[in-house]
């Protein structure tokens, strides 16, 4: 639903016309809009312009995550986005998660793709696609239950994350069964992800990549001290920024990811440095204003985030985004297609793969894609880091997050909340 929010806008005015904004505020960082009589009184008396500057966030990317947020709550049933699920008994069934920032123009897409097809497709889709902040148990809830029999599982998986599709407990078993296939039927992914430094394309054919959520850091250039400005990952294991960094351990499947990674490239002792360098658990939305002091609180001076948030910052405020030497570490978007509806489910690949996915992946949410035909504006030294497919197939990647966790907790010597 199109929502009318301007930034002249009070708080309360918003609040009061849109309710579910309130959690919205409150998890951007705005804690005192909790309280209705805060809400009440100086609701009335701030716009969302004046807010938005004393916390030295950026207007329109902040405003573009409100709408999000106004129309997943709100969602209007003639504009055919109602129902991010669908269960009627389908030929076929498709499941995962989006990325937030972009699930509302993908479903959008989807929803009309699906009207315009739904003649020759032939056949019914059953899918429940949620936000990826909804998380991922009920999906793996289903595999568990699945039990070994691959015919309880859904046609077609999309996630971003590891666990899930490596975790032997969960998907690992079903792909080391043969079960699933890479039907892109792409011979040739984006250059940006396949040339001398990394290859996303799974070499058994299996997994499918349609982009990636990449991780950066930003640095508060206030709180930095005389220290150097750090510019690798290296850098953050420096004894000088122990205990000082922020990491997004709210979200789980980027948190997998980095310390996976870590591991990877730097081994357990890159491991437990990053462990002695957690000053604070974040969720990325809270990082881009992680310099605004709390009380006694110490502030990050490094904050690791998704380069989408990373670029919500306020070119005025203290936060300096940078990206590291050695790449961006990745998020793989996945993609997994069991073989057995294989005709089926083509065409659904096909669109998630189309250059029109791409570009929302990529343009709108700073989510790179593999389309070959999208161009993912990246700039010179704007790589990647990979685990690579021979690491991840040589290893149990379910076992090796746990261990990789206990090694990283073990170093921080906090509790995590």
Same mark, same amino acid.
């Given at each position: 639903?199109?929502n009318?929010?301007? !930034?002249?806008?009070t ?50 990317a902040?405003?573009?995550?409100l709408?999000?947020a106004? @129309? ?9 986005? !109602?129902?991010?699920k ?12 989006l ?19 739904k003649?020759?497709? %032939?056949y ?9 902040n ?10 568990? !239950? ?11 998986y ?6 899930l599709f ?16 890479? $039907? ?20 058994? %054919?299996?997994?499918?990549i349609? %982009?990636?959520?990449?991780a950066? *850091?930003m640095?508060?250039i ?6 150097p ?8 294991m ?20 980095f310390?996976?990674h ?5 081994? @357990? ?14 969720h ?7 310099h $605004?002091?709390? %009380?006694d ?9 998704p380069?989408? *948030?990373?670029?919500m ?5 203290p936060?300096?985004p940078?990206?590291?030497?050695e790449?961006?570490?990745i ?9 057995k ?8 690949v ?33 790589? *990647?880091?990979?685990l ?6 040589n290893?149990? $990647? ?7 966790e206990?090694?990283?907790?073990h !170093?921080?010597?906090? @509790?995590?909340?």
């Amino acid at each position: 639903m199109k929502n009318d929010v301007k !930034a002249t806008d009070t708080i309360y005015d918003i609040t009061e016309k849109y309710p579910d904004t309130i959690n919205f505020f409150v998890a951007n960082g705005f804690e005192n809009l909790s309280n209705p009589v805060m809400r009440r009184t100086l609701g009335k008396t701030v716009t969302l312009e004046m807010a938005l500057s004393m916390k030295k966030l950026n207007q329109e990317a902040f405003m573009q995550k409100l709408s999000e947020a106004i @129309e997943q709550a709100t969602p209007d049933p003639s504009a055919g986005l !109602a129902p991010m699920k669908k269960e009627n008994g389908g030929d076929i069934r498709i499941e995962g998660v989006l990325p937030c920032p972009i699930r509302l123009p993908l479903m959008e897409k989807f929803e009309s793709w699906l009207e315009a097809h739904k003649e020759t497709l %032939g056949y019914t889709v059953d899918y429940d696609l949620k936000s990826a902040n909804l998380g991922l148990d009920d999906v793996k809830e289903r595999v568990i !239950a699945a039990n070994g029999n691959a015919d309880l599982l859904s046609d077609l998986y999309m996630s971003a994350g590891f666990d899930l599709f490596f975790d032997k407990g969960l998907m690992g078993r079903y792909g080391e069964a043969g079960e699933f296939e890479d $039907i892109s039927g792409l011979d040739q992914i984006n250059p940006d992800f396949d040339n001398d430094r990394i290859s996303l394309k799974d070499p058994k %054919g299996q997994y499918a990549i349609i %982009g990636v959520v990449p991780a950066i *850091f930003m640095v508060n250039i206030n709180a930095l001290g005389d220290r150097p400005m750090p510019e690798s990952w290296a850098d953050l294991m420096k004894p000088e920024f122990e205990n000082s960094i922020s990491l997004p351990m709210k979200d789980l499947d980027m948190f997998n990811a980095f310390i996976l990674h870590i591991y990877r490239y730097y081994g @357990e002792e890159g491991v437990e440095k990053m462990g002695k360098s957690l000053l604070r658990s974040m969720h990325p939305a809270q990082m881009v204003k992680s310099h $605004i002091s709390k %009380g006694d609180a110490k502030v990050p001076v490094i904050s690791v985030t998704p380069y989408f *948030f990373a670029s919500m910052a306020d070119e005025k405020g203290p936060m300096r985004p940078v990206w590291p030497k050695e790449g961006a570490i990745i998020s793989p978007i996945f993609l997994l297609a069991r073989k057995k509806n294989r005709d089926k489910v083509k065409p659904f690949v096909d669109f998630l793969y189309s250059k029109e996915v791409g570009e929302i992946l990529s343009s709108n949410g700073k989510f790179p894609s593999t389309n070959p035909l999208v161009d993912n504006h990246l700039k010179e030294g704007q790589n *990647f880091m990979w685990l690579g497919w021979d690491f991840i197939h040589n290893h149990d $990647i379910g076992e090796l997050i746990k261990t990789v966790e206990q090694t990283f907790y073990h !170093a921080a010597e906090k @509790e995590i909340l």
